[in-house]
């Protein structure tokens, strides 16, 4: 779900603003978008509601990210009995004019995956991103 959804509490606004800040910590470059997705009714239910959405825009391709854009999603798992939410990862996927062309997820086993892979210095800046991460939450 897009971010600018998410926020609405302090705890909740101040962990996006950490996310962001450490995204562009590493990629100083980036621009948040918190609304990655569109609201139409098709997007909303592709969307998982438990998730915070974040997509990063750079200004133009980059060979080292081999993406102009990437999406990040902190995944949650909601606890139907006690209506929690727990924290089980992060997933990254990098996007070119053409669609997705890389994939990272904490989740699985923190390989990259895809078509055409960012460089090892720019997976070592995700993975330290990734980290970071958990430490937020």
Known sequence: MNASE???GLETTSK??????????????AKADLKPWQNDPDTINLVDPDSIDIGFHFPG???????????????????SEEETHHFIGIETAGFTHAGE??????????????????TE?????????????????
Not at 20 to 28: D, G, Y
Not at 61 to 76: M, Y
């Open 6 to 8: 998410k926020a609405k």
């Open 16 to 29: 996006i603003a950490s996310i962001v800040n450490l995204f562009k910590q590493n990629f100083p470059d």
């Open 61 to 79: 391709w980059s060979r080292s990210l081999q993406s102009r854009s990437i999406l990040v999603q902190i995944r949650f798992h909601r606890d």
């Open 101 to 118: 062309v890389w994939r990272l997820s904490t989740i699985d086993n923190w390989q990259l995956e895809g078509k055409y892979l960012p």
């Open 121 to 137: 210095e720019i997976t070592n800046k995700l993975k330290e991103f990734c980290r970071g991460v958990f430490q937020l939450f």
